[in-house]
């Protein structure tokens, strides 16, 4: 797969499509030309070669890839500027499988129901971005707005605390809270909690840095020990 010039998402593998945006991305951005290999998947973990044209040229068999378990998940409290966007690029990159953007009580940054569907919308396109060009075959799902208690009652969920416990397979899914850190009544909450190092980090990179640990664990590339 990685030996191919590209990658993109298709509704049917049997008849793949680009949309007019993937195809524009290609030849203008990556220089794709007519009769180079590329890979398409249907963001569910099936995938095949295809020969870039217009249509484009199945060359392969339909190969089916696993879905990774546990699901890895990020939730973030939201952050000023493009440092969700930002996030949510590299947490994809990564092989997180849930990402879900946080109302936490000390959140600077409020989207009210008018702004929050945009946003939303936004921080999908910027993952299928990310996930094209990570080659991932399965496309992680970008969850709406939600809050504090809705994804603290999330099985597996833990928050971030500076003297956390080591991540493990068995919390899979991580609460980064805003730069003021946690409400006493969040922090009050029944969830156990996961150190992410040392240092004092930026809410976007405590994201980062869990879902970095997380698939690595899963993968086998950290050592649970």
Same mark, same amino acid.
Do not use: N, Y
């Given at each position: 797969?990685?030996?191919?010039?590209?990658?993109?998402?298709?509704?049917?593998?049997?008849?793949?499509?680009?949309?007019?945006?993937?195809?524009?991305?290609?030849?203008?951005?990556?220089?794709?030309?007519?009769?180079?290999?590329?890979?398409?998947?249907?963001?569910?973990?099936?995938?095949?070669?295809?020969?870039?044209?217009?249509?484009?040229?199945?060359?392969?068999?339909?190969?089916?890839?696993?879905?990774?378990?546990?699901?890895?998940?990020?939730?973030?409290?939201?952050?000023?500027?493009?440092?969700?966007?930002?996030?949510?690029?590299?947490?994809?990159?990564?092989?997180?499988?849930?990402?879900?953007?946080?109302?936490?009580?000390?959140?600077?940054?409020?989207?009210?129901?008018?702004?929050?569907?945009?946003?939303?919308?936004?921080?999908?396109?910027?993952?299928?971005? =990310? *996930?094209?060009?990570?080659? %991932?075959?399965? $496309?992680?799902?970008?969850?709406?707005?939600?809050?504090? +208690?809705? /994804? #603290? @009652?999330?099985?597996?969920?833990?928050?971030?605390?500076?003297?956390?416990?080591?991540?493990?397979?068995?919390?899979?899914?991580?609460?980064?809270?805003?730069?003021?850190?946690?409400?006493?009544?969040? =922090? *009050?909450?029944?969830?156990? %909690?996961?150190? $992410?190092?040392?240092?004092?980090?930026?809410?976007?990179? +405590?994201? /980062? #840095? @869990?879902?970095?640990?997380?698939?690595?664990?899963?993968?086998?590339?950290?050592?649970?020990?």
């Amino acid at each position: 797969m990685r030996e191919a010039a590209a990658h993109a998402f298709v509704v049917d593998l049997d008849a793949p499509e680009l949309s007019e945006d993937d195809r524009r991305h290609l030849q203008r951005v990556l220089r794709l030309r007519a009769g180079e290999d590329l890979t398409v998947s249907d963001a569910a973990g099936r995938w095949r070669m295809c020969r870039f044209a217009d249509p484009l040229e199945p060359v392969g068999k339909i190969v089916e890839s696993e879905r990774p378990s546990p699901l890895v998940t990020v939730a973030l409290a939201l952050t000023k500027g493009e440092r969700l966007d930002w996030a949510v690029q590299k947490l994809t990159e990564l092989g997180v499988d849930r990402i879900f953007p946080l109302v936490a009580a000390r959140s600077v940054v409020r989207w009210d129901a008018a702004r929050a569907g945009p946003h939303v919308e936004r921080l999908r396109r910027i993952a299928r971005q =990310a *996930a094209m060009q990570s080659r %991932r075959t399965w $496309l992680p799902a970008v969850h709406d707005l939600q809050s504090f +208690a809705e /994804v #603290a @009652a999330t099985p597996g969920a833990a928050l971030a605390e500076p003297d956390g416990a080591p991540p493990s397979l068995e919390r899979p899914v991580v609460l980064v809270g805003p730069e003021g850190g946690w409400s006493e009544e969040e =922090a *009050a909450a029944a969830l156990p %909690r996961v150190g $992410l190092g040392p240092t004092v980090l930026r809410a976007e990179t +405590a994201a /980062v #840095a @869990a879902g970095a640990l997380l698939c690595g664990l899963r993968e086998g590339l950290v050592d649970p020990r």
